[in-house]
């Protein structure tokens, strides 16, 4: 993303008088279902986006809920036993049941005919949601 995609994000938060934080926090929105759709077909994974509103780049990481371990795995796609992100994660500190696992993901695709068409029905979703309180 680049500072030309951010101005468009102030173009129509104007012409929708909208928050600008809102209007971002809805392509965070399409961007993580366009990165599922795309990377992770038929599973649920639970994809967050941060876009950074200053520079217009953005981060993106799958995330898995961590859970207790005699809980056992109610949703597999988005969540991790205590005893395995404990495991696998170390690197992140501490996990405690109810914190979050992140992994960053570097090769994915938001380009195309297709990531246009999902992005602007979830943009327009939220934005009426928006108008509408």
């Known amino acids: 993303m680049n500072k030309n995609l951010l101005d468009y994000v102030e173009l129509l938060a104007n012409e929708k008088s909208v928050d600008k934080e809102l209007v971002l926090m809805a392509l965070e929105s399409a961007i993580a279902s366009a990165v599922k759709k795309s990377e992770f077909p038929g599973e649920d994974a639970d ?40 495991e696998d994660y170390s690197d992140q500190g501490e996990m405690n049941v109810g914190d979050y696992v992140r992994q960053e993901l570097k090769d994915y695709s938001v380009t195309g005919r297709r990531f246009a068409t999902d992005a602007r029905q979830v943009i327009l979703q939220k934005l009426r949601e928006a108008e509408r309180i």
């Not at 953005?58 to 109610?74: E, H, K, N």
Request: avoid cysteine; proline fraction near 8%; glycine fraction near 4%.
């Open 47 to 86: 994809i967050a986006v941060k876009v950074d509103p200053k520079t217009g780049d953005y981060q993106v990481w799958r995330q898995w809920l961590v859970v207790p371990d005699d809980q056992g795995l109610q949703e597999p796609d988005r969540q991790i036993l205590q005893w395995e992100a404990k």
